[in-house]
C-alpha cells in the first residue's frame, strides 16, 4: 500500500472514545459525563455513609484528641505526664509488649507452617483447612467461654493432665500461666485467618519456579527459602501488620476471662483504657492512653514495613 494510502486509511479510523466524549466544534459547550440530577443522586446515595464515617469515625478521633490535651489546672501535657509517672501504666505496657513479642511471632510461624503443609496433596486438605479456619468464624466472646470452661479447674485440659499424670494447672488463675493461656486463645482465635492469606499467597507462586529450583538441584527447604519465601514478602507484611494491630488491641478474652490479673498479669493497654474510662471515669487519661496506643502501633507498624522490605 502506498503512503497516500495509510494516510487516507488513518484518517478515516474513528477518533477514541474519550476524544469523541472530551472534544466540541467551535462555539459550543463541551459536553458532560455526567447531568446534574445523576451527580445529585450519587451524592444522596452517598451521605448516608459520609455520614456514618463522621459521626463514628471521625467525631470520635477529634474528640479523643482533644480531651487527651484537656488535663487538670489546664495543663495540655498533664495527663501524658501522669500516665508516664504511673507505675500501673508502665506495668501495663510492658505487659502489652511482651505479649505481642511473644504471640506475633508464633502466630505467624505457625500460620506459615500450615499453609506450606496445606498447600501439598494431601487426602482431605480442604476438610483440614476447614477445621483449621473454623474459629474464625466464631466470635471472639464466645471463643473466650469455651477456653474459660478448657482451662477451669475441673476442665478438660486438666482432666488430659491427670490421665497422663500431671498436675493440674490453674491456667487463667495462675499469675504465671495466665498470660500463656491468653496466648493459646488469641493464636487459636488467630492462627486460621492469617494461615487463609498465606496459602493464597502460596498458590499465586507458578509451579515452573519450583520445577526449575528442583531441576538445579534444590531440595524442598531451599525450594522454600529461596523461591516461595521471598515471593510471599507481600502477603506476609500484610499478616504480620494486621497481626500486630490486632494483638495490639486484644481486649475481649481479658475482659471476660481473668480482668487484668491474677496480680496484673494480663492488664493489657486496651483493658487498661476501658478501666480507666468506664470504672475509674478517667476519660480523660484513658484517651491519652489511646493516643499513646495508636503511637506504639504506627511505630511497629512502619519498623516492620522496614525490615521486611529490605530483608524479605
Known amino acids: 500500500m502506498t503512503e497516500e494510502g495509510i494516510g487516507t486509511l488513518l484518517e478515516a479510523q ?22 446534574r440530577a445523576e451527580t445529585t443522586q450519587a451524592w444522596l446515595f452517598l451521605l448516608p ?5 463522621v459521626a463514628l469515625r471521625f467525631y470520635p478521633v477529634v474528640t479523643t484528641i482533644k480531651d487527651s490535651f484537656e488535663g487538670a489546672k489546664g495543663l495540655t501535657l498533664f495527663n501524658y505526664r501522669f500516665l508516664f509517672d504511673d507505675p500501673q501504666f508502665r506495668h501495663s505496657l510492658f505487659i502489652t509488649l511482651l505479649f505481642n513479642v511473644i504471640v506475633n511471632p508464633f502466630q505467624i510461624l505457625v500460620a506459615l507452617a500450615l ?26 466472646s464466645v471463643s473466650a467461654v469455651v477456653w474459660g470452661q478448657l ?18 494447672q490453674g491456667f487463667i488463675t495462675s499469675q504465671h500461666e495466665a498470660l500463656l493461656s491468653i496466648i493459646i486463645l488469641a493464636s487459636w ?6 494461615m487463609v492469606f498465606l496459602i493464597a499467597g502460596l498458590n499465586e507462586i507458578p509451579t515452573t519456579l519450583y520445577d526449575a529450583a528442583a531441576v538445579d538441584g534444590a531440595g524442598p527447604f531451599q525450594r522454600f527459602w ?47 483504657i476501658y478501666n480507666q474510662a468506664f470504672s475509674g471515669m ?12 495508636v503511637v506504639i502501633s ?14 524479605v
Request: aromatic content about 8%.
Open 14 to 35: 474513528p477518533a477514541p472514545r474519550d476524544q469523541v466524549l472530551t472534544t466540541a466544534a467551535p462555539g459550543q459547550r463541551k459536553p458532560r459525563l455526567w447531568s
Open 115 to 140: 499453609a506450606v503443609l496445606l498447600t501439598r496433596p494431601l487426602p482431605a486438605r480442604n476438610f483440614l483447612r476447614a477445621i483449621i479456619f473454623a474459629p474464625v468464624a466464631m466470635p471472639i
Open 226 to 272: 529461596f523461591v516461595a519465601l521471598p515471593l510471599l514478602r507481600r502477603p506476609l507484611v500484610f499478616v504480620l501488620v494486621a497481626d500486630t494491630v490486632a494483638n495490639l488491641v486484644l481486649f475481649t478474652p481479658v475482659q471476660i476471662l481473668t480482668s487484668g490479673g491474677p496480680l496484673n498479669t494480663t492488664d493489657l493497654l486496651m483493658y487498661d
Open 298 to 311: 504506627l511505630v511497629v507498624v512502619i519498623i516492620e514495613f522496614r525490615l521486611l522490605s529490605s530483608r
Open 151 to 168: 482451662f477451669a479447674q475441673n476442665g478438660a485440659v486438666n482432666g488430659l493432665f491427670k490421665l497422663l499424670g500431671i498436675p493440674a
Open 49 to 53: 455513609i459520609l455520614v456514618a464515617l
Open 282 to 293: 478517667l476519660t480523660n487519661i484513658a484517651s491519652a492512653e489511646t493516643l499513646v496506643l
Open 189 to 194: 482465635i488467630g492462627v486460621g485467618f492469617w
